[in-house]
């Protein structure tokens, strides 16, 4: 099992306007090989920023980079740019293989 996860930094009162472009945007996950699920992770907030983490788990991390070559991951992050302002600075990624599952 593979997990991919991206952590962004939201300006400060924009936290709802992030929330809402991911619960409003057509991910084209559901038939993707090796989807299994995925999650939005809001954390603490300080003087700068809210932290948000987006969280997916697929199959193996094969599958996971071939979703990142198709055109369902190209639909999905269609107008991933089109709300710059509630970014501080570009997402961070971090992917991970499952060594213990319980």
């Given at each position: 099992?593979?997990?991919?996860?991206?952590?962004?930094?939201?300006?400060?009162?924009r936290?709802?306007?992030?929330?809402?472009?991911?619960k409003?945007?057509?991910t084209h996950l559901?038939?993707?090989?090796?989807f299994?699920?995925?999650?939005?992770?809001?954390g603490q907030?300080?003087?700068?920023c809210?932290l948000?983490a987006s969280?997916?788990?697929?199959?193996?991390?094969?599958m996971?980079?071939?979703?990142?070559k198709?055109?369902?991951?190209?639909?999905?992050?269609?107008?991933?740019?089109?709300?710059?302002?509630?970014?501080?600075?570009?997402?961070?990624?971090?992917?991970?293989n499952?060594?213990?599952?319980s």
């Amino acid at each position: 099992m593979y997990i991919a996860m991206n952590r962004f930094r939201i300006a400060l009162g924009r936290e709802q306007d992030f929330i809402n472009i991911w619960k409003n945007r057509d991910t084209h996950l559901e038939s993707v090989p090796g989807f299994k699920e995925f999650h939005l992770l809001q954390g603490q907030t300080n003087e700068e920023c809210t932290l948000f983490a987006s969280h997916s788990v697929w199959t193996s991390e094969d599958m996971f980079v071939d979703w990142t070559k198709s055109e369902a991951f190209r639909k999905a992050h269609a107008n991933a740019g089109s709300a710059k302002d509630i970014y501080l600075g570009p997402p961070q990624f971090e992917g991970f293989n499952v060594v213990i599952y319980s």
